[in-house]
């Protein structure tokens, strides 16, 4: 019973290639979230969705496209995969965008890229 | 731009001790301070939310503060114990409903 679930939970695949990461939550959640964690361990958002529409779109490359086919569900795509790319990307999700709602998070997807 | 930083950057201690993480933002204009808690491998855990205009939220040992006009939270957790080992995050929401994290603290708890 999986709040928030991302998969895979490792990738490993080379520079250049086009990869997804897919997130689903079962909170009922209106709002998901994602998130990039680089070596230093810094957390930044790249993206947010509220009922399917993109609310936050931070200064992320356009290789970067997310995709929600409904509340549940918060898709990454990511293509011509570079070597800055590796990191940990977290899905999160909320109640609502607002301020008085905690994030729920998954356990992340570790992006390596050879 | 808000910059949130978060010392020390890692911290030792017996089991038993009473500690305090401390976290800063430049920018006080903020919605709510939230900390968070990391398990290796694992995702973040949310521990406390305190909305802007609180001034602090207690959960079981963990007692947060805030302090806006100082730029300042602090995390206090009583009577440590091994399974509180984790990186704990403090995280600002500004304008726009924007989190924006410190690096963490690594916290280790020996027995």
């Known amino acids: 019973d999986t709040a928030v679930s991302q998969t895979p939970k490792y990738l490993v695949t080379q520079m250049g290639n086009d990869k997804s990461i897919k997130c689903e939550q079962n909170?009922?959640?209106?709002?998901m979230y994602w998130y990039k964690q680089d070596s230093k361990k810094f957390l930044k958002i790249m993206f947010s969705?509220?009922?399917?529409?993109?609310?936050i779109n931070e200064t992320v490359p356009n290789r970067f496209s997310p995709k929600s086919p409904d509340k549940a569900h918060l898709n990454l795509h990511i293509n011509s995969l570079e070597l800055g790319d590796s990191a940990v990307y977290f899905c999160?999700?909320?109640?609502?965008?607002?301020?008085?709602?905690?994030?729920?998070f998954g356990d992340g997807t570790r992006l390596s890229i050879l | 731009k808000q910059e949130v930083t978060q010392i020390p950057a890692a911290l030792s201690v017996p089991e038993g001790e009473n500690l305090v993480l401390n976290c800063s933002f430049t920018d006080s204009a903020i919605y709510n301070l939230q900390w968070f808690r990391q398990d290796p491998g694992k995702g973040l855990t949310s521990l406390l939310l305190i909305q802007s205009s609180q001034r602090e939220q207690t959960s079981g040992r963990l007692n947060a503060s805030l302090d806006k006009s100082s730029g300042r939270s602090t995390l206090y957790i009583a009577a440590s114990q091994p399974g509180d080992s984790a990186t704990y995050l403090c995280a600002a929401m500004e304008y726009g409903n924007k989190l924006v994290f410190g690096a963490g603290t690594i916290l280790r708890v020996k027995s």
């Open positions: 999160a999700s909320s109640q609502d965008p607002g301020p008085r709602q905690p994030q729920h």
């Open positions: 969705y509220n009922n399917k529409e993109l609310i």
């Open positions: 909170l009922g959640h209106d709002t």
